[in-house]
């Protein structure tokens, strides 16, 4: 155990020394405030693009639409960062030669792939937990009311998404060795899942999670246990 937390301690100094420690984080919180701006002005900034002439209904701007909005552009844009993120763990120490040093460390081959994806794991639900906060704060500045629950339950859901895909990644990164054959690799799963999500038995499966923080943030139904427990499988 010593040896794994000597190895943990190392990839979290990677993480903190190189620029996962700035990347997600900022993409997330400008994802965040992002969010609540769309869902505030694109309405009126439409209807002043499209002119008088042009009509269409847009829902109004609400808290609802806020955390939609966030929802969306987490299962659009952060999975992928997560999934950059992973892609690098162990392939970028094959590539260098560093891989090498890990032969003379009492821990099994298996440990490398374990700490990267718990140190990348802190990363991606504390950017994620720091995105929630900002979008609970403009939502509230915006709409003078900002219900808490459906926000930290499409976050959490969220959170599920991005750590079974990091698993991916980070398992890919190890079995290929590789960083862009694991980045296209997870990419390829992520459209697999995306595309059976779209089907009714796929949502009971871990596909179920891609779609699983807008259906939350958008009160839509459907199976939550299901996915998450299958995603953490």
Not at 138 to 145: P, V
Request: net charge positive; with cysteine.
């Amino acid at each position: 155990m010593t040896g794994f937390a000597s190895l943990f301690a190392v990839e979290a100094r990677t993480m903190w020394r190189t620029w996962h420690r700035y990347a997600l984080p900022v993409v997330l919180v400008f994802l965040a405030a992002l969010s609540v701006a769309l869902s505030r002005f694109a309405p009126e900034l439409f209807k002043a693009l499209a002119g008088e002439g042009f009509q269409i209904e847009l829902p109004e701007p609400s808290p609802d639409q806020s955390y939609a909005q966030w929802a969306k552009n987490l299962t659009q844009t952060g999975v992928f960062l997560v999934i950059f993120s992973g892609a690098g763990a162990t392939s970028a120490l094959i590539s260098s030669g560093r891989a090498q040093l890990l032969a003379v460390r009492p821990v099994s081959r298996a440990a490398q792939p374990v700490a990267a994806f718990l140190a990348r794991a802190l990363v991606v639900g504390s950017s994620c937990l720091a995105g929630a906060a900002v979008v609970w704060v403009g939502t509230f500045a915006a709409y003078s009311e900002a219900p808490v629950a459906p926000l930290a339950a499409a976050s959490c859901s969220w959170i599920a998404c991005a750590l079974a895909f990091l698993a991916i990644s980070v398992g890919l990164s190890a079995m290929i060795g590789s960083t862009l054959g694991a980045v296209g690799a997870s990419i390829g799963v992520y459209v697999v899942c995306t595309l059976l999500a779209l089907a009714e038995p796929g949502r009971y499966s871990p596909a179920g999670l891609v779609s699983l923080p807008s259906a939350i943030a958008s009160g839509g139904g459907g199976p939550v246990a299901a996915p998450l427990a299958a995603g953490a499988l």
